[in-house]
């Protein structure tokens, strides 16, 4: 999967420069020049799941203020699943409920979903 | 070779094809071409333009077809909505089509199985239900119809079967903003449009999330301010969200807190002489609540009166009742009482679903006309709506149980007779007597008919209800026991509300069909069908016109005109009669298009004037009124009732309120009083509960849980609740509990450290979740103008599953 996204930035050319230091440390980014406050970059993930969670990590990062989605090209993914066999059969009342308890060390990232499966 | 290898030349060129696009949309420049994913001859990508499937906000997108399939998705530059930029739900909107579970077949349920059938099979169940009893049918449809599925199920429903049971989902999420519009203005839907976010100096965000729900907004606001504007953002809420990290302040309430809010910032504005005088004078008038007869015009109050009215809310008596300092409420009233700054208010959910939605509409539309913030660009009060059409299709198409197309009403004689004569029917035709909102409409589908349920029959299109609907344990699972009643669901995955149907119904989605849509700023966008629906699936209006027909050909006299001709006769360019019932002959023409044209007849009584579709073909959407220039364009309208933008405002005028209720082009300013919500904590259930959405999630998920990595980050709802409360009860993270309410119980595991950081006595629960449907917990009392449900405010108390 190929993505093309736009990261805005606090318009302070001190943390322009961190933004993009960072993200050239991410091997799955390649950057285009800084318009402004905003940051163009292509990001090539093997699958939705990794390219959205770079995006997110995109989003984390100090004075981002925002990551807008420009282009997706996905013609080799086909990972739509029917609801119940990707979100997991962990109900609470199949027997198979192992729902595991979020973390409590707020070092994590709290705005991800605690319940979200470990191995994904 | 190994594929790698193979694909690494034009993998290289899709990069710098995808960076020079970025950098493209970065520059907000609009002259690059679209990638293209293969550089050989005739093996090239098509690309063309439609609004995202997914909220209200009505981004473009541009869809890449290759060989059948959709295999990318770009932000449409030339959108002004979105400026070529998506939020992350474009990863995924090309992805929903493609679920392994699509229904590609009718089925019909036997003896508790579900077997399939022929589309001619299921024409004729659905036919012999109508016919057993056509009063007792009902159609519940949606925001995500397109217009013209919409407008053919209007038609077939009350022209054709003279029976206005019909209503939409969008009475459960936008219905308060349709009456707080119609009560202050005379007219639906708001003044303003998305180019106040490019102006405000103020964002108001009333019980509203748009950095999640309507990201692609909010980042207009959010985007000046990195550039260094100086723009005040205020967040008025129950709970903190994304939205509130970006506010500069926060004002946290209690449920109904936003009426008092909104009362003590008009009596600041009184007391202060810090209203506009002149605005007021020339251009409102002031009502109240009629107790003796309630109904949605109220009575004309004396500004005095008004002034009386709203004197008891002092900042401390607001603060008693919302929760919210008094100082904090100060500074909003004191930002609306500077005339230089441009004020502009946000709402969705927060104040639609409450049982004084219609008020708290009313009281926040008339703190910016007391105030005069109203009329510049910047300066409006403004609702957003959940779902792509609901503007379009609901408010519009008028596919609500009371209404009729263009803003007409079933009750009145002269609308009655406006649509018999654009539909050519008989004069006396339409029923006068209005449907069963959704709440009523489900409440006697699931009530024996014995005991007076006279609903037999339901046909659900594009929603789901069976997850959607308060207290479901009320209004929908009793059902399964009532062998005498009929559900028919049109869908395009499984659903909560399949698994008790009794005729499923496979149904083409997004670009697997023709479609326009209206947006939450008065914006018609049109697509054409670009990829085919799998196996059998068919678009839903021709689901509609086909049950028609098969009708007709019973003859059933509703479904002919007065001619005698099929109700949804359509013609070729010869003017030759084309079978559009049959499925091979649907596309032999654009049925949308001549659906479009007739309704368009109806759109200008209320001056929300649509231009011909071929207009729409060409463009990213405009927005109404749309009107002819004498060169023979087609212009669109960024500002209701301001001269210079609003071509029905007269010269000389200002500001016209062209469709006063009160006949002299002056709006309402309203006071209504603080009210408690229907259902508050108390000993035996000690908190409230409120239920949205979340990032991940559109809606039911149906579409959105299809998609693994969506799916994994937030795979199933949980129970968010402030740490202290969880620790007086010995809950931890992670652990399920019980949630009870006096109409059901659910178990949800815990999360104390989420992202709505609820405060203490407050839980919060996402509604995505079929496994865990929080809706068999929350309250089905609703507004008494606009009939929709609080989804935000139910007593709860949460009991710990001992291991």
Redesign the interface.
Known sequence: M?????V????DSRAISHVRCAISEHPDF?L???????????L?AP???S???A?RWLSSLPDV??V?????????????????????N????DGT?S????S?D?TND????????RN? | MNRETT?RPR?EF??AS??A???A???GRSTLAL?V?NREPGDAVSWAKAPCRFCGTGCHVQV?V?DGKV?????DKNAEVNK?????K???V????????RLTQPMLKRNGKFEPISWAAALDVIADRIEMEPSGFAVYGSGQWTIPEGYAAQKFMKGGLANNHIDPNARLCMASAVTGFLATYGVDEPAGCYDDLDQCDVLITWGNNPAEMHP?LF?RV??R????EDILMIDISTRRT?TTEQCQHFLQMKGHGDLAIANAVARYLIKNKAYNPTFVEKYCNFKAPDPDNPNLHGKPISFDEYCRMVEPYTPEYAAEKSGVPADQIQLLAELFANPDLKITSLWCMGMNQHTRGTAINCLVHGIHLLSGHFGRPGDAPTSLTGQPSACGTVREVGTLAHALPGGRLVVNEEHRQHAETFWNLPSGRLNPKPGYHTVKMWEQFCTPTEQGGDIHTIWVQVTNPGQTLPNLNKLFGPKKNLKDKFLIVSDV??TATTQLADLILPSAMWVEKNGVFGNSERRTQQWFKMVEPPGEARDDAWQTIAVARRLFERGFEGMKDKDGQFLFRMTDDEGNEVPVWQWEKYYSINVDRALFEEYRQFTRYKHKDLAPYDEYVKARGMRWPVVQRPDGSWKETRFRFVEGYDPYVEKGRGIQFYHSSTKDDRAQIWFHPWEPPAELPDEEFPFNLCTGR?L?HWHT??MT????????????A?LEMNPEDAAELGV?????VRVESRRGAI?L?V?T???GYPPRGEVFVPFFD???LINQVTLDAIDPFSKQPDYKKAAVRIVRIEP
């Not at chain 2, 070529?84 to 992350?88: A, F, N, P, R």
Request: proline share 7%; charged share 25%; with cysteine.
């Open positions: 190929i993505t093309s996204l736009v805005t930035v606090n318009a390649e285009g020049d800084t318009v402004q406050n905003r940051i163009p970059v292509v090539e699958d939705s799941a390219a959205e969670s995006t203020v925002q807008d989605v420009v282009f997706v090209a996905f013609d080799e993914v086909d990972d739509a699943r029917p609801a119940n066999e990707v979100t997991d962990r109900t609470p009342d409920n729902i595991e308890p979020g409590d707020q709290n705005t991800s979903n605690p319940f979200a499966t994904s | 694909n993998r899709i990069k995808a960076l696009m970025a950098t949309a970065a520059g990638p994913l890449g290759q295999v990318a998705i770009a932000g070529g930029l998506l939020c992350v474009g990863y995924h090309g992805g929903i089509l493609y679920g392994k579970d692609v980042s959010v985007d301010r990195s550039r260094g994304r995955y499984p979340v991940e998920g149906t849980r299809r998609v693994p990595q969506l799916s994994r980050a937030v795979p199933v949980y931890q993270n992670g652990e399920v178990e595991p999360w450290n989420g992202r079929e496994n865990r």
